[in-house]
């Protein structure tokens, strides 16, 4: 199984290459050259996420590991999860399900993605006998997972830039106060756009690294994240219905990379019925889905902060795969003029997404209203992005014919404000939130300004 870009610029590249490139050079993103297909039966034999896991992974990686190698990186990659079961499930009534992501380290989803992602860079970086700086701008999760997931290999550096902007304390006291001599969380004064130019700006110029060091980006777009969060699909129907129900997805959606794991499952065999993008008033994905509208628009704060976004890199994947079937030509000359023309496709292919995919919009009073509404019916605390993916089910329900997953991707305990604003006192904070709640912050300060951040970077690559 080789990998190529939706621009048809990089070919025949390997899992280990796509793994430490991330990005393709033509600025596409990259795919598998074919879906490779999941035998059910055999996944029916299987009962941990693990074993599911075990069946899942090598299908992306035998161009550079073989199934041994894999199933050993897999026996340590997922840690600190507070639920042996690693994605429990929770029924909320007879068709809806919610699937609890939320259990690991950092209380949010991402930890699937990234923890898998941390395994197999430390896999390539012993293999090759190298080092690796780890760089990313975050407004929300990803940086914490990632500084989580990294912070155990010595031959990673991690340095996280945040913005003062839209993140709860405790979101930001999960970067900020973890103790590890490579770990450096750069709190900056500027915004996130600010921050996302610097690592921009550091991909291309390289100055601060040794030689023969990786520079390693940890934003959404690298395939082994995909591939972390597809095992929770195939995993979630086997325990739910022994893989024999058609089930929705609702997925609390930013930038695509969950849904895209949904979609992905599904091409893989993976019986759904129809999968809910479910947005918040930053709502790009819907304004394509209901209208072929696909614009860029400026990004508003809002109580589901991570899914602030502009434009959601990983549609791509998909605008690609399932309406371009896989015409690298089209789908480049679809981005040509983006992000300052919009995307509008011809209506025939456009009618396709009916199918298979739902959209809705959730602003911020219905979200605190969700959430507000399921602890009172259900004596059950959801957090804004889950509520976001519920208030969806619950005004597409009748083109929903199936039971329904609600996507869950983190604990309540992580907002807050927003559970305060529903009116809600908060009774249960994971161990691991309570801890960074209760340990000094120790970030470095630095203005929004490459050259002294590169230089901080270099004095600290030692
Ligand atoms: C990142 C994130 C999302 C959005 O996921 P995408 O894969 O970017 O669509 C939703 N909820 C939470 C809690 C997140 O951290």
């Known amino acids: 199984m080789l990998f190529h870009s939706t621009r048809g610029g990089d070919r025949g590249r390997t899992f280990e290459e796509v793994l430490m490139q991330g990005l393709a050079s033509d600025g596409g993103l990259f795919m598998p050259d074919s879906w490779p297909q999941v035998d059910l039966n055999l996944l029916r034999n299987k009962t941990s996420f693990i074993e599911v896991a075990e069946e899942i992974v090598p299908l992306f990686t035998a161009s550079s590991f073989t199934r041994d190698e894999v199933v050993q990186v897999l026996q340590t990659t997922w840690h600190d999860f507070s639920n042996k079961d690693i994605a429990p499930i929770k029924h909320l009534k007879d068709d809806q399900l919610i699937l609890e992501l939320f259990h690991g380290p950092t209380a949010a989803f991402k930890d699937f993605g990234l923890q898998l992602a941390a395994a197999f860079f430390n896999k390539v970086l012993i293999k090759n006998n190298k080092t690796a700086i780890v760089l990313g701008a975050t407004s929300g999760d990803t940086g914490s997972a990632a500084i989580d997931a990294c912070k155990r290999f010595k ?15 405790i979101q930001r006291k999960q970067m900020t106060t973890i103790d590890e001599d490579n770990v450096f969380t750069l709190r900056i004064e500027g915004t996130f756009d600010d921050c996302q130019d610097v690592v921009k700006a550091a991909f291309n110029e390289r100055s601060f690294l040794k030689d023969d060091q990786y520079l390693l980006a940890v934003n959404s777009i690298n395939w082994i994240r995909i591939v972390g969060q597809i095992c929770y699909y195939f995993y979630a129907s086997l325990k739910a219905s022994n893989l024999n129900e058609e089930y929705n997805f609702s997925v609390p959606t930013g930038n695509f990379g969950n849904v895209f794991a949904c979609y992905a499952s599904h091409k893989m065999g993976l019986p759904v019925n129809k999968i ?5 008033e930053n709502d790009i994905l819907n304004r394509f889905f209901k209208n072929n509208d696909y614009s860029k628009q400026k990004v508003n704060e809002t109580v589901s902060p991570s899914m602030d976004i502009s434009v959601a890199s990983n549609f791509e994947r998909l605008l690609y795969d399932f309406y ?3 015409d690298t030509k089209l789908c480049n000359d679809l981005y040509e003029d983006f992000p300052s023309k919009s995307i509008n496709l011809p209506n025939e292919i456009w009618e396709k997404s009916e199918n298979l995919f739902l959209s809705y919009s959730a602003d911020d009073s219905q979200t605190i209203s969700t959430i507000q509404d399921t602890y009172n019916k259900y004596n059950y605390l959801i957090d804004p992005h889950t509520a976001v993916a519920l208030y969806a089910v619950k005004n597409l329900n009748e083109d929903l014919d199936n039971k329904t997953f ?16 529903a ?13 960074a709640l209760n340990k000094e912050e120790k970030a470095f300060n630095l203005p929004a300004n490459k050259d002294l951040i590169f230089k901080f970077i270099l004095n600290n690559n030692s």
């Open 276 to 280: 809910l993008v479910s947005v918040n």
């Open 324 to 326: 371009c079937n896989r």
């Open 406 to 421: 609600i996507i869950s991707t983190a604990h309540p305990a992580k907002f807050p404000s927003s559970i305060a604003e």
């Open 155 to 169: 031959a990673i550096k991690s340095f996280i830039l945040i913005p003062d902007g839209n993140m709860s304390e």
């Open 423 to 435: 009116g809600i006192e908060l009774n249960t904070t994971p161990k691991s939130l309570a801890e």
